[in-house]
């Protein structure tokens, strides 16, 4: 059996472990994400139950709508992740895991508020 990817914030204070049964990567180009991340948000769906973090004392978690929760490194301000209010499942940055992970984007969300300066 493969080893769970193990990511890390820039500063690496903050790893974390996701599922090695997690299959491809989900591309968000709503708004908000745009916003958060200066680009479309890339992620990969895992349980929340499944993911392990390391250095829990330096995430901040805060509601960013009312639909959702995210989280950044206090040190580095790295985003981590967001988490669907009643959702059992956590959405984490797919850039914590360095640029060797074999997944690919599997979906778009929202693609169609893509800005025009990206194809």
């Known amino acids: 059996m493969p080893s769970p990817p193990t990511g890390r914030c820039h500063c690496g204070a903050v790893t ?3 599922p090695s049964s997690m299959s491809g990567v989900l591309a968000c180009h709503c708004d908000d994400c745009q916003r958060l991340h200066g680009n479309f948000f890339a992620f990969v769906a895992a349980p929340a139950a499944d ?19 995210r989280s950044f490194c206090e040190r580095c301000g790295s985003r981590l992740a967001k988490k669907p209010v009643g959702s059992d499942r956590v959405l984490v940055s797919v850039g914590l895991f360095g640029p060797e992970t074999g997944l690919r984007i599997e979906k778009n969300l929202y693609a169609d508020r893509k800005p025009d300066w990206y194809a």
């Not at 993911?51 to 929760?69: K, L, M, N």
């Open 51 to 69: 993911v392990r973090w390391t250095g829990e004392e330096h995430i901040r978690w805060y509601d960013s709508s009312p639909a959702a929760r």
């Open 16 to 18: 974390v472990e996701v």
